[in-house]
């Protein structure tokens, strides 16, 4: 448990099994969280840093980041994430993304638990995604085609999101550049019990036009989407990895981030935007904005949703694990981590 201050520190080391029989099923508790921590957030009850991101020359698809934030509120607790991207995994049948969370205690630094977190890291995303697609469609009403751009582990934690939170769909169309991978992920939806008609469309034009809510989870690092005609039926887009619009299509949408100062970083395509006119007044505003009824969207043209990822909604979910496995008393401490504490040595 945390330190008080005055007794001898335990750390803990969380796995993914774990992390995982914690969240599985519990999709609408995930997402209050994940709401929560958006409202402590945008209340200013938190720290969270620009994220760090490591490249490398040799790998340039490659990159590792660190997510360093505090949250305030009831969550009360300070860490990182690291957490690593390589594309090329997928070639050796290994996961893109992997990932590991340290939670510090808010009294006296000390880390006291290690955990997996490339399942927190999913849940987060998909519950995030979930989170905005509600709130952006409460005006015109809930969507019943979606289509998922990019069919890999985020566009699974999403769709369990989207159908765990009670949303249900006449047709999920379904695009990837890998025909293999998109005969997979409609393979998973059927294993899912998922009753929706589906269509795997052969280009993103077809999917985008024939889709309300439409979903990008792709690893695309520069924009492969440039035509604002696609959108001219003035759907919901979920742009959560980032890159795959142009600036054209921002220009032509009503636009909500997550947060205006991160999302704008890394060439995502809103920092395109950004960079090629000079302001930020084409962001309507934050999705905590449009929460808390500070920011009305124009439904007239395209909704995007530019979420950068928060560290504090990391921080959010992981306490939550940790609190759940704490007491439940199926925390693994690892005795004697801590091994030098006295401040002159042992007598």
Request: net charge negative.
């Amino acid at each position: 448990m945390p330190s008080s201050g005055t007794e001898v520190p335990s750390f803990s080391v969380i796995s993914g099994e774990q992390v995982s029989r914690v969240v599985d099923g519990q999709e609408k508790q995930i997402v209050d969280l994940v709401d929560y921590a958006y409202r402590v957030h945008g209340t200013g009850d938190t720290v969270n840093p620009p994220s760090y991101f490591l490249k490398f020359e040799d790998r340039p698809s490659s990159r590792i980041i660190a997510l360093p934030a505090s949250v305030g509120g009831e969550v009360g607790v300070d860490g990182i994430k690291w957490i690593s991207s390589f594309p090329e995994n997928i070639n050796s049948g290994l996961p893109r993304a992997s990932a590991v969370l340290i939670l510090n205690d808010r009294n006296t630094g000390y880390p006291f638990a290690c955990m997996e977190s490339s399942i927190i890291s999913a849940v987060r995303t998909a519950a995030s995604a979930a989170l905005a697609a509600d709130w952006l469609t409460r005006d015109a009403g809930r969507p019943t085609r979606v289509g998922f751009i990019g069919t890999g582990l985020i566009a699974r934690y999403i769709h369990t999101y989207l159908a765990g939170t009670g949303w249900e769909f006449d047709e999920i169309g379904i695009h990837d550049l890998s025909s293999e991978y998109a005969a997979g992920f409609e393979s998973h939806l059927r294993s899912a019990g998922c009753t929706s008609r589906t269509t795997i469309h052969d280009s993103a034009e077809s999917l985008i036009r024939n889709s309300d809510l439409v979903i990008f989870a792709t690893v695309a690092g520069t924009p492969h989407v440039t035509n604002p005609a696609w959108f001219s039926h003035n759907p919901v887009v979920l742009n959560v990895s980032l890159r795959d619009l142009g600036p054209e299509v921002i220009k032509a949408s009503s636009n909500v981030v997550d947060d205006i100062e991160h999302v704008l970083k890394a060439n995502t395509s809103v920092h395109l935007v950004e960079q090629q006119v000079g302001n930020r007044y084409f962001i309507n505003g934050t999705l905590h904005h449009v929460m808390t009824g500070t920011v009305k969207i124009p439904r007239n043209r395209p909704v995007v949703f530019s979420p950068f990822g928060l560290g504090v909604l990391d921080l959010t979910v992981a306490k939550h694990v940790y609190d759940a496995l704490a007491t439940k008393g199926e925390l693994h401490e690892i005795g004697g981590f801590f091994h030098e504490l006295s401040r002159h040595g042992k007598k």
